[in-house]
């Protein structure tokens, strides 16, 4: 940030002939020559970023640039071809001042991994990345090597900066149980060797299926991002692309790691759209196994329950379609919604969603009066550019919550969210004609306002559930007990066709929670 300079003219004394004139400060500006690997001078726009202030610029190379006194860091990628190189320079402004970043002095980067991977089908990539160490914010120039190309980095010793390279093997067969594999390594400063060659026991592997059923997406994408380091977030490989479920092994570099998971489909007017995200942060051990699950039945109503805060009663429509391995948000956008509070019996508030509405929808409410108030949101699939695949689960859903409110406090609701997770089931989410399958009801309180008071957990007394055959038309009960601590429905299926599935926990004071899930299963 400058600082504002204000001169009061009335104090500067005139000039008088043959008075010597008053110091005028110096311009100071910065000239980065930037030359390619044959030595030739090329133009490119580089970064450059003050290491005292952590301000960045864009600055076009072979011409001077007015900047402020002070010491900068220069980012630069040079492109020869397929060939780039990364270089990172430290220059004192300060007057006429000129630095050079010469892409003859840059070193190939190269990852391996022993054994390496055998395949026809394995394609590899790897990635590059030079960035300043700054506490409160990190600048970067990054550069992969796309089909037959190449990285190269110039040595820095210094340890303002730091470097990372990723590279990956995406294994394009097809085949079920395939492995693909990315390791990363990361140094202070750019070394002169930037090479590494890991071993395979060294990594961690994740083991990842991908179902299909309720997203309403035709293809799905899985990559690996490393995250959390002192450089290298950000560098992000595709490992896979499909239409189809699978299951895949991730083998990576310990760490941290963020694997997100991109849903996309075909919409009316033969674009294509993303419409759904994961996003799973996780932080994995030399020689240790772990497990992701996405997609996976029911989707249904997220944990975000109802707050109050001040005495102002909130709650968002737009969590209603979850994920039960990740309920926290819904996973996909696109629902319609209506949700209605009642006190004493009259309806007091209502709030529709009319669905893709520019803002997060919310019911508000302020409490004037003690007592029992009962909140319902019922929800339904809405994407009016894209067809529904054929048989797609969690279609509709609505959940109901009834407790206590006081005016003027500052508390989350004295309820529980219930998640249902169908335990069994095959990568399309189907279970077997005429077998029985175990749900998983998991009650849950988490705190999603801070100055909303948790409170006490309220004390449960019965744990309910039901299924439908024909759509939630007509309900039968099912047995409820605790398995290994969960709460656990068995639900008896029929020979084809959808189970919808409804729970309800009812606590000793008299409130509950009241979940529906419409198709939240298949049979298969």
Same mark, same amino acid.
């Given at each position: 940030?400058?600082?504002?300079?204000?001169?009061?003219?009335?104090?500067?004394?005139?000039?008088?002939?043959?008075?010597?004139?008053?110091?005028?400060?110096?311009?100071?500006?910065?000239?980065?020559?930037?030359?390619?690997?044959?030595?030739?001078?090329?133009?490119?726009?580089?970064?450059?970023?003050?290491?005292?202030?952590?301000?960045?610029?864009?600055?076009?190379?072979?011409?001077?640039?007015?900047?402020?006194?002070?010491?900068?860091?220069?980012?630069?990628?040079?492109?020869?071809?397929?060939?780039?190189?990364?270089?990172?320079?430290?220059?004192?402004?300060?007057?006429?001042?000129?630095?050079?970043?010469?892409?003859?002095?840059?070193?190939?980067?190269?990852?391996?991994?022993?054994?390496?991977?055998?395949?026809?089908?394995?394609?590899?990539?790897?990635?590059?990345?030079?960035?300043?160490?700054?506490?409160?914010?990190?600048?970067?120039?990054?550069?992969?090597?796309?089909?037959?190309?190449?990285?190269?980095?110039?040595?820095?010793?210094?340890?303002?900066?730091?470097?990372?390279?990723?590279?990956?093997?995406?294994?394009?067969?097809?085949?079920?149980?395939?492995?693909?594999?990315?390791?990363?390594?990361?140094?202070?400063?750019?070394?002169?060797?930037?090479?590494?060659?890991?071993?395979?026991?060294?990594?961690?592997?994740?083991?990842?299926?991908?179902?299909?059923?309720?997203?309403?997406?035709?293809?799905?994408?899985?990559?690996?991002?490393?995250?959390?380091?002192?450089?290298?977030?950000?560098?992000?490989?595709?490992?896979?692309?499909?239409?189809?479920?699978?299951?895949?092994?991730?083998?990576?570099?310990?760490?941290?790691?963020?694997?997100?998971?991109?849903?996309?489909?075909?919409?009316?007017?033969?674009?294509?759209?993303?419409?759904?995200?994961?996003?799973? /942060?996780?932080?994995?051990?030399?020689?240790? $196994? %772990?497990? =992701? !699950?996405?997609?996976?039945?029911?989707? #249904?109503?997220? &944990? @975000?329950? /109802?707050?109050?805060?001040?005495?102002?009663? $909130? %709650?968002? =429509? !737009?969590?209603?379609?979850?994920?039960? #391995?990740?309920? &926290? @948000?819904?996973?996909?956008?696109?629902?319609?919604?209506?949700?209605?509070?009642?006190?004493?019996?009259?309806?007091?508030?209502?709030?529709?969603?009319?669905?893709?509405?520019?803002?997060?929808?919310?019911?508000?409410?302020?409490?004037?009066?003690?007592?029992?108030?009962?909140?319902?949101?019922?929800?339904?699939?809405?994407?009016?550019?894209?067809?529904?695949?054929?048989?797609?689960?969690?279609?509709?859903?609505?959940?109901?919550?009834?407790?206590?409110?006081?005016?003027?406090?500052?508390?989350?609701?004295?309820?529980?969210?219930?998640?249902?997770?169908?335990?069994?089931?095959?990568?399309?989410?189907?279970?077997?004609?005429?077998?029985?399958?175990?749900?998983?009801?998991?009650?849950?309180?988490?705190?999603?306002?801070?100055?909303?008071?948790?409170?006490?957990?309220?004390?449960?007394?019965?744990?309910?559930?039901?299924?439908?055959?024909?759509?939630?038309?007509?309900?039968?009960?099912?047995?409820?007990?605790?398995?290994?601590?969960?709460?656990?429905?068995?639900?008896?299926?029929?020979?084809?066709?959808?189970?919808?599935?409804?729970?309800?926990?009812?606590?000793?004071?008299?409130?509950?929670?009241?979940?529906?899930?419409?198709?939240?299963?298949?049979?298969?």
């Amino acid at each position: 940030m400058f600082a504002r300079v204000v001169v009061a003219s009335a104090l500067i004394p005139a000039m008088l002939v043959g008075a010597g004139a008053p110091a005028v400060a110096a311009t100071n500006t910065l000239t980065i020559t930037t030359l390619d690997r044959a030595g030739k001078k090329v133009t490119v726009t580089t970064t450059v970023v003050n290491l005292a202030t952590n301000e960045r610029r864009s600055v076009k190379s072979n011409q001077a640039k007015k900047l402020p006194k002070g010491t900068y860091a220069v980012l630069a990628s040079i492109k020869n071809g397929s060939a780039v190189t990364l270089g990172v320079r430290t220059v004192k402004v300060a007057g006429a001042s000129k630095t050079t970043v010469d892409a003859r002095k840059g070193k190939k980067v190269t990852v391996g991994l022993s054994p390496a991977p055998v395949g026809e089908w394995y394609y590899a990539q790897t990635t590059a990345q030079i960035c300043t160490r700054s506490a409160s914010a990190s600048y970067s120039v990054q550069a992969s090597d796309f089909g037959d190309g190449s990285v190269y980095v110039i040595p820095n010793s210094s340890t303002k900066y730091a470097f990372a390279a990723m590279r990956t093997w995406t294994d394009y067969s097809g085949y079920p149980g395939s492995t693909h594999y990315a390791v990363t390594y990361t140094t202070t400063g750019v070394p002169s060797k930037p090479s590494r060659t890991a071993k395979q026991s060294s990594l961690a592997t994740v083991n990842v299926a991908s179902r299909r059923g309720p997203s309403v997406a035709a293809y799905s994408s899985l990559a690996a991002t490393p995250i959390d380091r002192s450089c290298g977030n950000g560098m992000l490989n595709s490992l896979s692309s499909t239409d189809q479920p699978y299951r895949t092994k991730v083998m990576v570099s310990a760490g941290k790691w963020d694997f997100g998971v991109h849903s996309s489909s075909d919409t009316k007017d033969g674009s294509t759209r993303v419409v759904g995200h994961y996003f799973v /942060p996780r932080t994995v051990a030399a020689g240790k $196994s %772990y497990n =992701l !699950n996405f997609f996976r039945s029911a989707w #249904g109503p997220s &944990t @975000r329950l /109802p707050i109050i805060l001040n005495g102002q009663m $909130s %709650y968002s =429509l !737009n969590g209603m379609f979850a994920d039960p #391995g990740f309920p &926290t @948000r819904s996973v996909e956008g696109g629902d319609k919604a209506t949700a209605t509070l009642t006190f004493g019996g009259k309806t007091v508030k209502t709030v529709k969603d009319k669905g893709w509405e520019p803002d997060e929808k919310y019911l508000s409410y302020k409490v004037t009066k003690p007592g029992w108030y009962k909140l319902t949101n019922n929800a339904s699939r809405y994407y009016p550019e894209i067809d529904f695949p054929s048989g797609m689960l969690s279609t509709k859903t609505s959940v109901t919550y009834r407790f206590k409110a006081k005016p003027n406090t500052s508390v989350t609701a004295p309820v529980y969210a219930v998640t249902m997770l169908p335990t069994g089931l095959n990568l399309n989410n189907q279970a077997k004609p005429g077998s029985t399958t175990n749900v998983q009801l998991k009650l849950s309180r988490p705190r999603m306002e801070p100055d909303a008071k948790l409170g006490k957990n309220p004390k449960v007394k019965t744990v309910t559930a039901k299924a439908s055959f024909d759509g939630g038309k007509t309900w039968r009960s099912v047995k409820v007990k605790k398995v290994d601590g969960t709460w656990t429905a068995a639900v008896g299926n029929p020979a084809s066709g959808a189970v919808s599935l409804r729970a309800r926990v009812t606590d000793t004071t008299g409130g509950y929670t009241e979940v529906t899930i419409i198709r939240a299963y298949a049979i298969g």
